[in-house]
């Protein structure tokens, strides 16, 4: 098998870069073992939302320079703030292509509402979790409903509403809680306190009973402005159904991200798959990248592990297989390992100082520091220090960044994906 | 004592990603969904069997819920397992039919047009309904005549002149029910220079494990490696596979559900497109005539268990005037023997529902699947022909030595 690019792993970042390369004419193959953390995300992309302490930063482009300055083994820092916004509205036009539209607050970050009711800084969003209108009426201390559906036991409305009360910005606000049901027609379906996310969602997506679940958000809303609701919205047909609620309740219907699998990532998951097939990218599922092997600086093939007979060939190689919780990384007891090419890992040695004794420690954890070490062209080091020069390294897999304190994962993921398909397509 | 080995129910994190992409759970209510039906309740199970609930027999085996998990967690094993493990042993005469295909191929050829005539007799196929809870809405497929085995006999002696030559485990489908696509595997692989043996096979299991009858699989899977162990002989032959459930039990389910030492034939087995697709890499490409068809290529499930899609899209990409359009990849709903069963009738058409509105808006001119299982589906739900990838390689070689071009 021979192809211009083969993509290990298929998250954000190794389909942000499959796009870019497959919309410039070469063949690509995507090959990804399980499903991405997408289906574990916010489906918002962050790209800096926290200053050190955890000060929240409201212009992340106003700051990037400073950031990148003062972090200059960063991913950022590789390719700088040019590309970093280029290829944010890059992925927000090839998501959009497919029907899903993605807002930012201009220049600036916005806040979604998490599980818990907390709020979180984030850059790019769905309709339904950030746009101006909602945003300004956001602003006049509207009335608020927190509904979920019976059953749903992912989600505490009560919970969000006490811890939002508590904020600042909303504690002027007059904020209500309820359930709604499942339609007549859908009870004792299935056994009711096993709903997920996913089961509702599907109800959903069948678009047919809208005008009943309106009846009830509007009576448990009252006369607030704004409905939140758990995001379950369907994953296929969530646009038309969002402006069928919203036009029926004359609310504005809010999702709130919920415990995995989260619908609000699906759909990102969900256009950009299906972004990379119009174009012609193949996408194997379902299996893992055992090894790969290098000759003279070069990755030579790669084999699977469903046909470990078989060399797969690629002019060029990315490795996107995520961190430790994708497997990209694999810690042990004393050590940590890239598994597919034995690349050089950067982590302090004392497993003691992996991590923070306090869960919660403002500085975060210096393993999520931990990752692949590249060069500013995101080539990656084999273990006896020389740069691979056809294989490429992008998203959750690099070092020096750390996703959570910094609030960066999502900006790393979209920008290095886009930044590696840059590379590779100034070399072919 | 809880068996230590298999434990890969231990790795699950309860995402619950799974079953967002069980096609069952998709359309009802009635399956709890991978998830639950095989980490959750596992756990349970091993303790005491009598947790065991009637839904797993929803499972239709399809093995998506392995491909979306994040942690390697061997989901429709263990729901194929429980099934067969703990579920009371009931004897089911219909079950019994539709998972023997060597018994019922064997039974069928033998009065080959005679059978097709009577089971497309609305009448027989209400008794079936009715005595045997096989649908009326779905039409058994058609038997040949004779066997392929059979009918290799005649053409045996040429093959021997190739001084490349592989073995062609043909699967039952091709010995009893379509030896064209038997006729076109050796059409192709001749005109790339390449003779084709047989060996002594029995069917691969995969109906007998999605009906429960685990022991009678093994036995078929332990006569099936003796027999290829004997064809390969101790050289590097290669095995080639026209079924893709039949590569996939040969290659997956015998060592992982079945248990099975298949360390001698492993590395030989290869799925027919990912033979044909290494030859055409070197050069061994045969003349191709360009067909100016729209095809639309649908992957069966166990063939991206596998990783094998890559394979296909390859070797149809190289087919000359021939232009491909692939399907979202989408389960159609039969799963062999399950969209036969009258109790899951509606749940198989409601999974292939998608898949058919997709083709059907494509308005291709040909339809391309590598199993058979799912042909008959596709063919019984839209006005398309489907063709195996080889068949359609068959149909642009020019000169077919079996005159088999349309
Ligand atoms: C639980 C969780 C929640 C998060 N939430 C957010 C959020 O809300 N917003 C945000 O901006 N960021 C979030 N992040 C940060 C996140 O890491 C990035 O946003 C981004 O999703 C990472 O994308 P990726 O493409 O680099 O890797 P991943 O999405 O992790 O994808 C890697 C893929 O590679 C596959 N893979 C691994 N090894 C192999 C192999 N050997 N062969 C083949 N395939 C392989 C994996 O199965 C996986 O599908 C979150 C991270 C986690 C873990
Ligand atoms: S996808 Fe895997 S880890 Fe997630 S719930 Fe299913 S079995 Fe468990
Ligand atoms: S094998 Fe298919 S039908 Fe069975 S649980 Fe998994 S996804 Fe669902």
């Not at chain 1, 006896?384 to 992008?394: A, D, E």
Request: glycine share 8%.
């Amino acid at each position: 098998m021979n192809v211009d690019c083969i993509i290990i792993g298929g998250g954000i970042s190794g389909l942000t870069c499959g796009i870019r390369c497959a919309e410039n004419g070469l063949s690509c193959a995507i090959i990804s073992a399980g499903m991405n953390a997408l289906h574990f995300s916010s489906g918002s992309i962050d790209l800096l939302g926290f200053h050190p302490g955890k000060n929240i930063v409201f212009s992340p482009f106003d700051e990037l320079n400073d950031f990148i300055h003062s972090h200059p083994r960063h991913p950022y820092s590789k390719y700088g703030r040019n590309v970093i916004e280029m290829a944010l509205s890059y992925f927000g036009d090839q998501v959009n292509l497919k029907g899903l539209e993605l807002f930012s607050n201009k220049q600036n970050n916005h806040f979604h509402v998490t599980s818990l009711g907390t709020l979180k800084p984030s850059f790019l969003s769905q309709k339904s979790v950030f746009n101006q209108h909602i945003m300004e009426a956001f602003q006049n201390n509207p009335g608020i409903a927190i509904i979920n559906m019976e059953g749903f036991r992912d989600f505490y409305p009560e919970v969000v509403a006490s811890n939002l009360k508590k904020n600042s910005l909303f504690n002027r606000c007059k904020i209500v809680t309820g359930s709604i049901q499942l339609p007549d027609s859908m009870t004792g379906l299935k056994n009711n306190c096993n709903l997920r996310s996913i089961d509702i969602s599907r109800i959903f997506d069948m678009g047919s009973h809208i005008d009943e679940i309106a009846d009830q958000i509007k009576k448990i809303a009252g006369n607030s402005k704004i409905a939140g609701i758990p995001a379950f919205l369907g994953i296929y047909n969530s646009g038309n159904i969002l402006s069928r609620l919203c036009d029926l309740t004359g609310l504005f219907i809010y999702e709130i991200p919920t415990l995995p699998p989260s619908i609000l990532g699906m759909r990102l998951d969900n256009a950009l798959k299906s972004r990379f097939a119009d174009l012609g990218g193949v996408y194997i599922a379902g299996d893992r990248v055992k090894k790969g092997y290098i000759k003279n600086n070069r990755v030579d093939y790669i084999i699977t592990q469903n046909n470990p007979d078989t060399h797969l060939t690629g002019t060029f190689y990315v490795l996107a297989t995520g961190s430790f919780f994708s497997g990209g990384m694999i810690s042990e007891s004393e050590s940590i390992k890239e598994p597919v090419f034995d690349l050089i890992v950067e982590y302090t040695k004392n497993r003691k100082t992996w991590y923070s004794h306090d869960f919660f420690h403002p500085a975060g954890h210096p393993f999520f520091n931990f990752g692949v070490n590249t060069n500013d062209q995101l080539n990656p080091f084999d273990n006896s220090g020389k740069t691979i020069k056809n294989l490429y390294c992008s998203g959750a897999i690099l070092s020096h960044y750390d996703p959570v304190t910094e609030g960066t994962g999502g900006g790393v993921a979209v920008s290095s994906g886009y930044y590696a398909a840059d590379r590779i397509l100034n070399h072919s | 004592m809880i068996n230590l080995e298999n434990i890969s129910f231990d790795h699950c994190i309860k995402c619950t990603v799974c079953t967002a992409y069980c096609p069952v759970a998709r359309v009802t209510h009635l399956y709890p969904g991978p998830k639950q039906s095989g980490p959750d309740t596992e756990r349970l199970r091993i303790k005491n069997p009598n947790l065991l609930d009637e839904s797993l027999k929803y499972c239709n085996n399809c093995k998506r819920c392995e491909i979306a998990c994040p942690s390697d967690v061997k989901i429709a094993d263990i729901i194929q397992n429980a099934k067969w493990k703990y579920s009371p042993k009931k004897f089911r005469l219909r079950d019994m039919l539709l998972s023997h295909t060597d018994l019922t191929g064997r039974i069928a050829t033998f009065a080959g047009p005679v059978f097709n005539f009577f089971t497309r007799l609305f009448p027989v196929k209400r008794l079936l309904d009715f005595f045997l809870n096989i649908s009326s809405k779905k039409t058994l497929p058609e038997y040949a005549r004779g066997t392929f085995h059979h009918w290799f006999n005649s053409c045996r002696s040429t093959q021997e002149d190739y001084d490349t030559r592989v073995v062609y485990f043909h699967g039952c489908y091709v010995n009893y029910n379509d030896h064209e696509l038997g006729k076109d595997v050796l059409c192709v692989l001749n005109a790339m220079n390449i003779g084709v043996t047989l060996t002594n096979e029995k069917c691969c299991g995969v109906p007998l494990i999605a009906n429960s009858f685990l022991s009678k699989a093994r036995r078929n899977a332990a006569y099936n490696i003796k027999s290829l162990e004997k064809s390969i002989g101790g050289t590097n032959r290669k095995v080639v596979v026209s079924s893709s459930s039949c590569t996939f039990a040969l290659k997956h389910e015998y060592p992982n559900l079945l248990e099975m030492d298949t360390s001698t034939i492993s590395s030989h087995i290869e799925y027919i497109t990912s033979y044909i697709c290494k030859q055409f890499l070197q050069k061994n490409i045969p003349d191709m005539k360009p067909l100016n068809l729209t095809a639309a290529y649908h992957s069966p499930c166990h063939l991206e268990r596998m990783g094998g899609v890559i394979y296909s899209v390859e070797v149809l990409k190289r087919i000359p005037g021939l232009e491909l359009k692939l399907l979202h990849s989408e389960c159609c709903g039969i799963s062999g023997t399950y969209g036969f069963k009258k109790e899951f009738e509606q749940i198989a058409q409601d999974i292939g529902n998608d898949l058919f509105r997709q083709i059907k808006s494509l308005q291709p001119d040909i339809v391309i699947t590598d199993c058979e299982t799912c042909k008959w589906q596709i063919e019984m739900n839209t006005p398309y022909e489907v063709l195996h990838p080889v068949s359609v390689i068959a149909r642009a070689l020019s000169g077919n030595k079996f005159d088999l071009t349309v």
